[in-house]
């Protein structure tokens, strides 16, 4: 999501509040040293880089670096290359073997017998990590559309990331990676929203709300125990888009759902799936969890965001280290069942415009969601239409892997934006819908960029707009 650059440059290294240097501590995370998140510092970073890696390789690394095979068949999957078709470090395998020969040559034995053989190479210094950096996190939105289309299963993102995680514990990252994830540790979510802020948006909604629908019945709860629905959102939501939280709030009080938002423990996004810091993101994913946990909620919904979903439904589990005890949905799966069970009613006359669907990388390829959305699409809009490729085959909006957040990378992600805007301008739609925050963003930079007649919305604004209440016309 986009970040606005809001912080004095003063303040970087500050440190984090007590509760969570605590917990950084307990956790043992490399990177908060000193109650600080952890900065750039000169020294012997390249021995170290190698260091770490020979530690951190699990097994799922290694498949994915000794099973390559060279065949640049993923080439043609990746959108970078697609921008770029004359340029041989625009492939996913050339980004992968930036890691690979760094394995090859300190942990794989084909390169401690022959280097040479194996192409294996060590970083020399702090340019070769800056260079390795530029590739990870800039020229790569971790989409995993390669990964779908290699026979060996290979899978590029997972590298990338892995990289991402060994460079972040040494400073080495974009200036927004760093922000952002110093604002996750030090506040609980990733755009620094005070709780004050937090409360009085919600309240504003609430407001709002009470006097459209003419009534006091309907609500935006906060920390209300023993509800059927835990609801987690984007701080996006509350910066810059609050009217997707009453959007949500509507279609529930139609729906009679009893349901509340945490006081903490509400941000579903993730910063540590970007990064690579899995303490991060376990430090996220446990603030929700504790929160269900404490109201005794009996599921929990995470509002549309592709990371978010993909981090909290799937990955969270693994870096807290818990066990799954709740069922962990997206709203538009719990949309689909308030319109199956009949629990709301809609008008798809209300949406006339022609209708496309953007599938995020997060929740199709990554997370296995791909029928509800065009379920509750088809029953809330006149004339929805598939974009092609679509579905796991999907291109990526460009803002995947956190790259709305690393401003000088903007230039590259744009211009590989080309294959995304070809894909919109084909649709003939005027309206594209996705069920990202993410998305909404890189895909506004893209239709801005290449001058597309259309405008983004997402699912919950569709069904909304559909919704038809008694006594409201
Ligand atoms: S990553 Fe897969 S598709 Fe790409 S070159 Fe290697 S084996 Fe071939
Ligand atoms: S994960 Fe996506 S952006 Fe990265 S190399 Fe593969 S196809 Fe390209």
């Known amino acids: 999501m986009r970040r606005r650059s809001n912080i004095p440059s003063g303040v970087v ?29 000169p020294g012997d970073n390249a021995g170290r880089f190698v260091d770490i890696l020979g530690h951190r390789v699990s097994r799922p690394l290694a498949v994915s670096l000794a099973a390559c095979v060279h065949c640049g068949l993923c080439a043609e999957s990746c959108h970078y290359f697609l921008a770029r078709p004359d340029d041989p470090t625009m492939t996913p395998v050339w980004k992968a073997d930036q890691i690979r020969k760094i ?22 210094d702090d340019e070769d990590l800056n260079r390795l950096k530029n590739i990870v996190f800039g020229a790569c939105s971790a989409c995993r559309r390669c990964t779908y289309n290699c026979p060996m299963g290979v899978d590029t993102a997972l590298l990338v990331r892995f990289a991402r995680g060994l460079l972040t514990e040494l400073g080495i990252v974009p200036e927004g990676v760093f922000n952002v994830s110093r604002d996750e540790w030090e506040t609980g979510n990733q755009m620094a929203v005070t709780e004050t802020d937090y409360l009085e948006t919600l309240e504003w909604m609430r407001d709002e709300l009470r006097s459209e629908l003419g009534t006091d019945a309907v609500d935006i709860p906060v920390d209300k125990p023993d509800c059927e629905i835990l609801y987690t959102i984007n701080p996006r939501e509350i910066k810059f888009d609050p009217r997707s939280i009453a959007h949500a709030a509507r279609i529930f009080h139609a729906a009679g759902v009893s349901w509340t938002l945490p006081k903490r423990g509400w941000d579903q996004t993730n910063f540590g799936l970007f990064s690579g810091d899995d303490k991060l993101g376990g430090f996220v994913a446990r603030n ?7 109201l005794r909620a009996r599921r929990i919904v995470i509002s549309e965001c592709g990371h978010g979903y993909r ?24 949309l689909k069942r308030l319109l199956e069970e009949g629990r709301i009613a809609v008008d ?3 949406n006339p415009e022609p209708v496309t669907f ?31 490729p679509n579905r796991r085959e999907n291109f990526c909006c460009t803002g995947g892997g956190g790259l709305l957040s690393m401003a000088e990378y903007r230039p590259l992600r744009l211009e590989a934006g080309r294959i995304k805007a070809d894909q919109l301008r084909a649709t003939g739609a005027s309206v594209v819908c996705t069920m990202c925050h993410n ?20 699912v919950l604004e569709l069904v909304s707009k559909a919704l038809v209440l008694p006594g409201q016309p």
Not at 288 to 294: F, K, L, P, T
């Open 103 to 124: 394995f090859k040559r300190h942990v794989d034995w084909t390169g401690r017998v022959a280097p040479w053989w194996v192409k294996a190479g060590s970083p020399r």
């Open 348 to 350: 798809r006359g209300r």
């Open 358 to 388: 953007h599938d995020s990388c997060n929740i199709a390829r990554s997370g296995d969601l791909v029928e509800q959305p065009r379920e509750v699409l088809r029953r809330v809009c006149a004339d929805f239409r598939e974009m092609h």
């Open 311 to 334: 981090s909290t439904r799937w990955e969270g589990y693994n870096w807290a280290g818990c066990d799954q005890k709740l069922p962990t949905e997206s709203v538009v799966v719990t």
């Open 288 to 294: 929700v969890y504790e929160a269900a946990d404490r």
């Open 439 to 458: 998305c909404i963003d890189g895909l506004a930079d893209v239709i801005k960029h290449y001058r597309l007649p259309m405008r983004v919305v997402q």
């Open 13 to 41: 290294g500050a440190p984090l509040d007590l509760r969570t240097q605590d917990e950084a501590k307990r956790q043992g995370c490399p990177s908060v040293v000193d109650g600080r998140l952890r900065t750039y510092a």
